[in-house]
């Protein structure tokens, strides 16, 4: 789509940052990172914004809170590229993450109430926690970590915090996770999302393990809850803001 500057007001780039609590710099470095559509100059070489540059950044700060800073600026810099096909699979993306964490949250929940009602003769008390009906074979650190979507060195970092507890394999030596392993692995990740540290994440496995109910978790659920909810009235904002930028540019 065409860029129209021809938006009259000139704004210096002090003018664009007070407008929303930035540097100067930061408007210059947003600019030079594609987020700003490039700015015009002085004869003096001074830069000069317009609305549509105010349009800009109103869109960029409202997508960060939803999508995270990468993602925003990622989205900002397709549409000034003039590729909307782009921004718009980037927003989808987005989307698509929020429903897997609202889906994987729901499967936490499901988990921990299972837990909650799970009869003593089910326990493994000599192992001292839980003991889940396992899965024939269960599953190696690799797939694993990409059903997650993260590194094995985040596995095996996780498992030095006491996080995870795979049996090793007696004829390979490799680490085997069976479904208790797995369900701990998906609450670790979940925690971590919603940026828990690994010593905070340790007693509430450790609850998990022994059974010992939900009401020390009910906290973490209920911000998870919240969490989510505010991505996703950060989501709605941010479009809004970003489809009054693609308005303006026309």
Partial sequence: MGQNLQTGERLR????????????????NYEEAGIL????????????YTSLHAAALRAFLALVPGHGHRTAA????????GADEEAFRLLDESHAQLLEDRRTLQAVETALRDLATT???ERDTAAGGWAARPAPGGTFIGPLAGRLGIRPATLRKWERAGLVRPRRDPHTGYRVYDEADVRDARLTH??????????QIA??????????????????LGDWHRRLSARGRAMLTGAAELEAYLRARG
């Fill in 13 to 28: 780039p002090v003018d664009l940052a007070r407008g929303h609590g930035l540097s100067t710099q930061a408007v210059r």
């Fill in 37 to 48: 559509p490039a700015a015009a100059r002085t004869p003096h070489g001074y830069r000069t």
């Fill in 74 to 81: 990622s989205i900002m810099r397709a549409v000034n590229e």
């Fill in 119 to 121: 009869t003593a003769p």
């Fill in 190 to 199: 979940q925690l971590r999302r919603g940026g828990y540290l690994l010593e």
């Fill in 203 to 220: 007693p509430l496995i450790a609850q998990v393990r022994a059974a010992g109910g939900l009401e020390p978790l009910e906290a973490a």
